[in-house]
């Protein structure tokens, strides 16, 4: 550039714009790995528990985060087979809440009602449980006894773990 050509007015602003976002996004970046690498949950445990929401429904997490991950899978897929999927089982509960919602605003109050909904509740809620159950048993069934008692382990551990935790937070 020659002395006589004036410099584009702005555009020296826009660079350091944008080196300042980009300095953040690299910022912001760093920091997510940085907390997932030192998260006390860091590890293949963080995100076992995913894996095992398709349990939820059937009250079988806890056991499914003790079992090895074949046999968590084949319990989830079988839950799948019997027609237990988390999503239903979510929407479903929703509806209980919802009525139970409108229960509760209804002018005159009816305890009756409350209680219709909370059978309801109760009754899809156990259904669920109790094909859970048969699965479990099923899965744990046909497990060696070596393996069994592996899972009975691991399950204890849990428990113990569970425990600690809870006993840290009094």
Known sequence: M?????????????????????????VAVLGLVAGTVFSPHHGKDRWRHHSDRGLMPMGLHVYGR???????????????????RR????????GHFRDMVAALRADPFSAERV??????????????????????????????????????????????RYAARREDDR
């Open 87 to 94: 999503q239903d089982a979510r929407e479903e509960l929703r």
């Open 115 to 160: 209680m219709v909904v909370l059978r309801a509740q109760h009754r899809s809620v156990g259904a669920r449980i109790v094909e859970g159950q048969s699965l479990l048993v099923a899965r744990i069934s046909a497990m060696s006894p070596q393996a069994r008692h592996a899972f009975a382990d691991r399950l204890e551990d849990r428990l113990e």
């Open 2 to 26: 020659s002395a006589e050509e004036p410099k584009p007015a702005g555009a020296g602003r826009w660079v350091k714009i944008a080196l300042v976002a980009s300095l953040a996004l690299n």
């Open 66 to 84: 003790a079992m090895p991950d074949a046999d968590r899978q084949a319990l989830i897929d079988a839950a799948r087979e019997h027609g237990i």
